[in-house]
């Protein structure tokens, strides 16, 4: 966790090289990338050393000395043109909190700001209808279904 | 006056009978045809599992109404009723019309936007985002 914060620190308009597409679980994940991090600043000879530096993002010009592969993220709801994040959709919602029910920070699953920002709104709505945990295990959150309906 | 859309959700406790659950939805109904308002949607998500244990229930059922009014009072209404009915342990009303607002201006945007420029949306941002506000002040 703490390799984590310092890499959100140090380039924080990337995507982080937590894990890959698997949201739901956090904390952990990072632990591969969070290793090469350490190594990878004592390692070098010569070449700029400074890792908080502006130009080190994924796109600098220090590609090929990469030992990782660093997926870009890109924004769930974005790639599926969501324009409303349904807060009675709670397996969609479930996928964005950890499993003691707290929301998933933007650096880990690669949602964008916008995004984020309804997403976190719908969680919170869930939580009020006890759709979604305030704290605890998030276990069996399934989308409501509609066993009767009438229209009028 | 301008119409507003609402989510009204309420959870009736496990073991209510059914006739009690019918009494609960008439009175919503019939408050809703008093004040002026007109029930668009009604669902039963029959009985789920609670996240977190609500009036010492680990499990509740759903009911789901999506309510059109221009009475904000009808709101406060029913709220009231739910409040004193035994039964309903928890409800919730969302105010949605802003929401689906943003969200029809959007797809719009979206649809325009495709239409227009296929390969290349982000050469012309600026008049893609002008074009669909006076629209959406409009309505």
Redesign the interface.
Known sequence: MAEEQKQGQAAPAEAPRAEGGAPSHGGHGGGQGGHGGPRREGGREGGPRREGGPGGGPGGPRRGKRQYFRKKKVCKFCVE?M??ID??RADILSQFVQER?KILPRRMTGVCARHQRWLGVAIK?A????????A?S?A??TA????????? | MEERLYDLIFIARPATPEDEIKKVIHSIEHACTEKGGKIEKSEHWGTRKLAYRVAKHREGMYYYHQIRTTHGELIAELERRLHVQDSVIKYLTIRLDEDLKRQKKLSEKREKRAARRPRRPAATPAPAAAVPEPQAAAS
């Open positions: 043109k324009d409303l807060y009675k029910g709505r939580r009020n209808i006890a759709l979604l945990p305030f605890g998030a069996g959150s409501p279904k509609v066993v009767e309906a009438h229209k009028s």
